[in-house]
C-alpha cells in the first residue's frame, strides 16, 4: 500500500516513523509533516484550529475532501473519455500513468478503474498486470475485461462456461416442470421474453461491442453442440444475436450472416407462424447462400435446429397440410410447404452438416412428399368416414368400427425419416388438442419405434403430457389408460429414467381422473429401483401422498380440474365417444 506512494514522491506512514524515530523534538516534527503533506492552500491554516474548536478531526476533514476530490475527478474521467477533443485518450493515459502505481489502495482505486474502463485501449503492460492479480481482475469493468479476454480465450472460456453450464440447467428444468397445461408450456415464452433471461442479458454484456469475443462465443456453441448434441446450445446461438440486434449493436448484427434470416424467422416464432411473406423472405435468403460462402449454411442449419424454430416450422406445416385438405390439394403442389420441409431438413441436419464439415443442403426424400404425408391424410380421411357413419340413421348404419390398423408407409417413415417423423408427432399433438380419443389411441403404440427415438425425447413428451391434460376425464377408462400408459409410455420407462419421470409428471397431475383398478397398477410398475435419480423419487413420493391425502378426503365429483379451465375454444364433437379430426 506505502510502495505506491513512495513511486510518486509522496511521504507515507514509513516515512513518518522514520522522521519521529530520528527528530529531537515529535511536536515539531508531526506540524512540519502535516505542513508539508496537508492539503497545500494557505488559506485553510488560519481556517483549521476552527475545526480542532468544534472537535472535528482532521482526518476527517481530510477524508471528506478527498472523497469530494474523488468523485469530481471521477466525473471529470467520463466527461473528457465522452468529449470530441482529439487528446482526449492521451490525457486519462497520463492520469492512468500518474495513478496506476496507487490502484491496490482502496480510496484511490475507484478512479484508476474509472480510468481504465474509458480507455477504448488500455496499454498492454497495464492489461497483464490486472490479468495476473486475482483481486484486480476482479473488480475492474467488463470493459477491461473485453480487452482482455479477446486475447486470451481460455480465460474467457472460463467465465463463459458456468453461464452456458447454467443455461441448459434452466432449459431442462423447463421441460421437467411440475406445471402441466397447454396454455403455459416450454414453447410459451415470446422471443422477447426469453431473451431478458439472466444468462442471455449478462453474455450480451460481455460481448459487448466485440467482434472477436462473439465469434467465440458462438464456436464455444458449436463445439458444445457437437459434443453433447443439445439442442438447447442452438437456441442459445439464435437468442444472443437477437439480443445484440434489439440493441442495435450494428457492429456485430453488420457482420453476421444470419442476422436477416434469425430476424425474420425471428418474427415467425413469435406468430407461432411462418406466413406467405415471411416464407419468401426466408426462400430469398437460402437461395442468395453464394458458391464460396456455402458455410454460412452451417450457422443457419444451428438457428433452424433450435427447438423453437423448428416448433414453429412444424406447427405452420401442420396448418398447411389443413389447408390443403380442406382445398382438395396435393402436399406436392404447395410451395410453402416444400420450404417448410426444406427448412426442418436443414435444421435437423445441423449437427450432421457442422460435424462433417460438408455445407451442403441435405436433400429431402421425395417420398416424404408423396408417399407419407397422404398416407397421414389417409389417416384423417378415415376418422371423417367413420364419424359420418356414426351420424347416420339406425337404418343406413353399417357395422363399421373404428380402424386400428396405420398404413405401413406412415409406421416406416416414423422410423426411418427424420423429418417425417416430427410431423408426425407433432400431429399426434394436434389429434390430442382436438380430444380426439379414437385416433390418440389408433396413433399412440405407432410412436414407440421413431426416428432416433424422437417420441421418447424430453421435449416431445413434454408437450404430450400438457396436451393430455386435455383428456383428463377419458383416464377412467382402461382401455385408454391402457393406449397411453402400456401401448406408450411404459414401452421403454425402465431403460429410459426421463420417461419414467414424465409419466410420473402426468400421474400426479392426473390421478384423481385414472381408474382405480389402472392405478393400483401403475403405482407399482413405477415404483423407483434404488438406483434411480432424485427427481424421480420425489414424484413418486409425492404422488404416493395426494393418493393417501385423497383416499381420506375424495374429490366431489362435479368438481372441475383447474387444468382445463381457461382454455380457448376448440372443436368439440356432438358425440362424445366418435370425435373428428380436421388435421
Not at 415471411?278 to 438457428?303: H, T, Y
Not at 404422488?543 to 382445463?564: M, N
Request: charged fraction near 25%; include cysteine.
Amino acid at each position: 500500500m506505502y510502495a505506491g506512494l513512495s513511486e510518486l514522491g509522496i511521504s507515507n506512514g514509513e516515512d513518518l516513523k522514520e522522521t519521529l524515530t530520528n527528530c529531537t523534538d515529535p511536536l515539531k516534527a508531526i506540524d512540519q509533516f502535516q505542513t508539508e503533506n496537508g492539503i497545500l492552500l494557505p488559506t485553510l491554516q488560519s481556517a483549521l484550529p476552527f475545526l480542532d474548536l468544534h472537535g472535528t478531526p482532521r482526518l476527517e476533514f481530510h477524508q471528506s475532501v478527498f472523497d469530494e476530490l474523488r468523485d469530481k475527478l471521477m466525473e471529470r474521467v467520463a466527461v473528457i473519455a465522452e468529449g470530441k477533443e482529439e487528446d482526449r485518450y492521451t490525457k486519462l493515459e497520463e492520469l492512468l500513468e500518474k495513478s496506476f502505481p496507487l490502484v491496490k489502495m482502496p480510496s484511490i482505486q475507484p478512479v484508476v478503474m474509472q480510468v481504465l474502463k474509458h480507455l477504448p485501449k488500455v496499454p498492454e503492460k497495464r492489461l497483464k498486470q490486472v490479468m495476473a492479480d486475482k483481486e484486480l481482475y476482479k473488480v475492474c469493468a467488463v470493459e477491461v475485461k473485453r480487452q482482455i479476454w479477446q486475447d486470451n480465450q481460455a480465460l474467457f472460456g472460463d467465465e463463459v462456461s458456468p453461464l452456458l453450464k447454467q443455461y441448459i440447467v434452466e432449459k431442462e428444468a423447463a421441460l421437467f416442470s411440475n406445471d402441466l397445461s397447454i396454455l403455459h408450456n416450454f414453447f410459451s415464452p415470446s422471443p422477447k421474453t426469453r431473451r431478458q433471461g439472466e444468462v442471455v442479458l449478462k453474455l450480451t454484456q460481455m460481448i459487448g461491442k466485440n467482434v472477436k469475443l462473439y465469434d467465440m462465443v458462438l464456436q464455444f456453441l458449436r463445439t458444445l453442440f457437437l459434443r453433447t448434441r443439445n439442442v438447447h446450445y442452438c437456441t442459445l446461438r439464435a437468442e444472443l444475436l437477437m439480443s445484440l440486434h434489439d440493441l442495435d449493436i450494428s457492429e456485430i448484427c453488420s457482420v453476421d450472416p444470419c442476422h436477416k434470416f434469425t430476424w425474420c424467422l425471428d418474427a415467425c416464432i413469435r406468430e407461432k407462424f411462418v406466413d406467405a411473406k415471411r416464407a419468401r423472405e426466408l426462400q430469398g435468403f437460402l437461395d442468395g447462400v453464394k458458391k464460396g460462402q456455402e458455410q454460412v449454411l452451417g450457422d443457419l442449419s444451428m438457428i433452424l435446429c433450435d427447438p423453437f424454430a423448428s416448433n414453429t416450422l412444424v406447427l405452420s406445416t401442420v396448418r398447411n397440410l389443413q389447408e390443403l385438405v380442406s382445398q382438395d390439394a396435393l402436399p406436392r403442389d404447395s410451395p410453402d410447404l416444400l420450404l417448410l420441409l426444406r427448412m426442418l431438413s436443414l435444421g435437423q441436419g445441423a449437427w450432421d452438416m457442422i460435424d462433417s464439415q460438408v455445407f451442403k443442403e441435405p436433400r429431402l426424400e421425395l417420398e416424404v412428399v408423396t408417399r407419407f404425408l397422404p398416407a397421414m391424410i389417409s389417416i384423417v380421411v378415415d376418422d371423417h368416414i367413420f364419424t359420418v357413419e356414426q351420424k347416420l340413421p339406425s337404418e343406413e348404419k353399417t357395422s363399421v368400427t373404428y380402424p386400428t390398423a396405420l398404413p405401413e408407409t406412415f409406421t416406416r417413415y416414423l422410423l426411418e425419416n427424420r423429418v417425417a417423423c416430427e410431423i408426425g408427432l407433432y400431429y399426434v399433438l394436434h389429434i390430442a388438442k382436438q380430444r380426439n380419443k379414437n385416433a390418440l389411441q389408433r396413433l399412440l403404440p405407432a410412436l414407440v419405434e421413431t426416428y432416433n427415438d424422437v417420441a421418447f425425447g424430453d421435449i416431445f413428451l413434454h408437450l404430450l403430457t400438457g396436451h393430455l391434460t386435455l383428456l383428463s376425464d377419458e383416464f377412467g377408462s382402461e382401455e385408454f389408460c391402457s393406449a397411453v400408459f402400456d401401448g406408450f409410455l411404459l414401452t421403454s420407462y425402465s431403460s429410459k429414467e426421463n420417461v419414467h419421470r414424465h409419466t410420473l409428471r402426468l400421474l400426479n397431475h392426473l390421478h384423481q381422473k385414472v381408474a382405480p383398478s389402472s392405478m393400483e397398477t401403475l403405482m407399482k410398475t413405477l415404483e423407483p429401483p434404488k438406483q434411480s435419480s432424485e427427481p424421480v423419487k420425489e414424484l413418486y413420493t409425492q404422488l404416493t401422498e395426494k393418493l393417501e391425502a385423497s383416499k381420506r378426503s375424495p374429490p366431489e365429483p362435479e368438481e372441475t380440474p383447474s387444468l382445463d379451465l381457461g382454455l380457448h375454444p376448440v372443436t368439440v364433437p356432438t358425440t362424445p365417444s366418435t370425435p373428428t379430426t380436421p388435421i
